[in-house]
């Protein structure tokens, strides 16, 4: 491809995906700019990882490197993580307490809202050297950007005026994170993996219920979630953010020997020396075993029987992307329920129970779709019509609505004619 626009986007249902949008280099540095630096929010951090005045944690948006702190006033800033000098990282760690941020390079010196606050041999020394007389150190900062936050959720945008958080995360969204987050909570590690694929065909992956009781043997077969129980899936107004969930208990393995008929994901030969990962206690009283949350374009909140988790998207090239763990719990937990948590994070991470196999289908896919340019994927599991809530894990409907989002984004007009502004799911709904 030659450029960008050059890509035909094949239908207005956004029901097929062309392959070049996971593997070309354009695309990618275009969705750099478009989406990760667009008019939206993109999540940065847990409020429970920068506690104290001082405290710092280095991240990222889409492939930027950024770093959220909390200054001596208690408020949360952010800011990108390059000198205002000549381009240096400042940051170099993942996570600290400090007084200010010094440059390695030439020692220029920032304060936690990215202020620059010194720099040496400023004029010079002995009248010779030195910046030029009108060089003013307030016209030199950091490169800031927004902040807001919702519940324990520190959100950032390269945007100065984006929407609302609130507006942006919507009422489901935000319902979800009241629930995840009721207690105050502690983060109880971190883990990371590289996945050789590109970032988009994860958070298809992170919006697609229904792989997860076939892909996932190991759920289905021990009943942590699977296609044959009640489930759904509850969008945003846009359709852009998707909460998914499915309730314990609502299947039999007699109902799961007949729904999947014989398919190997619910494999009856399989048996457990210790089935305690497999426990759940339900303690937000929803009785949903799996509550999955992904918000556009990069984040991923979870809770899996007990175990509690985000997971961050960081785009690295067009074919991949880094997923970042962090595993948190609350910080009244019993130290049963601790236990518990710790031993079911088993299920989920790099080489997880359940999730393992999300990080080799993101490989297997882009094997599969490496410069097939005359290609598309076809998403129509649950129909190609309106993009609305779900009353089933069985459906794509969902990974459309990102598609139809990423489109409005990077300007791709699909055949058939815009298909932006959507209609309302809850409109959809209730017609
Ligand atoms: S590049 Fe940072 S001080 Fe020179
Ligand atoms: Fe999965």
Not at 160 to 180: F, H, I, Q, W
Not at 232 to 242: A, C, T, V, W
Not at 332 to 337: E, F, Q
Request: proline residues 6%; contains cysteine.
């Amino acid at each position: 491809m030659q450029n960008w626009s050059d890509l035909v986007w094949p239908a207005n249902d956004f029901s097929r995906v062309p392959y070049p949008v996971f593997y070309d280099r354009e695309i990618f540095n275009r969705e750099q700019e478009r989406v990760f630096r667009g008019p939206l929010w993109c999540y940065v951090a847990l409020k429970a990882e920068i506690p104290n005045p001082g405290d710092y944690k280095a991240t990222f948006i889409g492939d930027t490197p950024v770093v959220v702190t909390r200054a001596p006033d208690g408020s949360i800033n952010a800011w990108v993580n390059r000198c205002a000098h000549r381009g240096t990282m400042v940051v170099r760690t993942q996570f600290g307490n400090v007084k200010d941020f010094t440059c390695v390079y030439h020692h220029w010196c920032y304060d936690h809202k990215g202020n620059l606050i010194g720099v040496p041999f400023l004029r010079g020394l002995k009248g010779k050297g030195g910046m030029p007389k009108d060089f003013k150190m307030a016209e030199h900062k950091l490169r800031r950007l927004a902040v807001d936050t919702y519940s324990e959720a520190i959100f950032a945008s390269f945007e100065a005026n984006p929407e609302s958080l609130v507006e942006y995360l919507g009422a489901p969204m935000r319902k979800t994170l009241d629930r995840l987050f009721k207690r105050p909570i502690e983060v109880l590690g971190y883990m990371r993996q590289l996945i050789p694929g590109n970032w988009k065909l994860y958070f298809e992956n992170l919006m697609d219920a229904y792989h997860g009781g076939l892909l996932h043997q190991f759920q289905t077969t021990f009943a942590i979630a699977r296609n044959t129980q009640v489930g759904g899936s509850i969008l945003d107004k846009y359709g852009r953010h998707r909460t998914c969930f499915t309730m314990a208990g609502s299947d039999t393995d007699d109902d799961a020997k007949a729904g999947y008929a014989g398919d190997s994901a619910f494999n009856e030969q399989l048996t457990l020396a210790d089935p305690s990962v497999t426990k759940f206690v339900d303690e937000d009283g929803s009785g949903e075993g799996l509550t999955m949350m992904a918000i556009f374009p990069s984040v991923f909140f979870q809770r899996l029987n007990n175990t509690l988790a985000t997971r961050q998207i960081k785009p690295k090239t067009p074919n991949s992307f880094e997923l970042y763990w962090t595993y948190f719990g609350y910080r009244d937990d019993t130290p049963a329920i601790r236990e518990m948590r710790m031993r079911q994070v088993n299920l989920v991470g790099p080489g997880g129970l359940v999730s393992m196999e999300d990080g080799e289908v993101g490989r297997l896919v882009q094997l599969g779709i490496d410069g097939a340019d005359r290609d598309h994927s076809l998403i129509a599991m649950g129909g190609v019509g309106p993009i609305t809530h779900q009353d089933t894990v069985n459906t794509e409907v969902p990974i459309r609505g990102f598609w139809r989002y990423y489109c409005h984004l990077m300007g791709y007009v699909p055949q058939g004619g815009s298909a932006w502004p959507p209609p309302p799911p809850d409109r959809i709904a209730a017609e």
